[in-house]
Nanobody
Framework: QVQLVESGGGLVQPGGSLRLSCAAS????????MAWYRQAPGKQRELVAS???????NYADSVKVRFTISRDNNKNAAFLQMNSLNPEDAAVYYC????????????????WGQGTQVTVSS
């Protein structure tokens, strides 16, 4: 089994910054990709940013330039640096990981964290 735990959410003023962290643990043979999603009340969950095991990144248009995703392969961790936050960024942010869970390549599953709340308000 694999667990993902997010941290770093909280209350920030418009224009402020937050850094989210995601730590993966359990039966991990490798992580192909990690990503951050977010979901605001009454809205669908959306992809914010993703990063592959080779460091290739992808961002939603709404967060490009302002957000930066990174990862530490040695620690099975991912991070999301969020700058210039605005009220539209307020949501529960979820970590997602595409994990190789066994010796055989077919042992591969996707896992989700429990989410961390980001509130942007003056």
């Amino acid at each position: 089994q694999v667990q993902l735990v997010e941290s770093g959410g909280g209350l920030v003023q418009p224009g402020g910054s937050l850094r989210l962290s995601c730590a993966a643990s359990g039966s991990i043979f490798g992580i192909y990709a990690m990503a951050w999603y977010r979901q605001a009340p009454g809205k669908q969950r959306e992809l914010v940013a993703s990063i592959t095991d080779e460091g290739v990144t992808n961002y939603a248009d709404s967060v490009k330039v302002r957000f930066t995703i990174s990862r530490d392969n040695n620690k099975n961790a991912a991070f999301l640096q969020m700058n210039s936050l605005n009220p539209e960024d307020a949501a529960v942010y979820y970590c997602n990981a595409d994990v190789r869970t066994g010796r055989f390549l077919r042992r591969r599953s996707t896992y989700w964290g429990q989410g961390t709340q980001v509130t942007v308000s003056s």
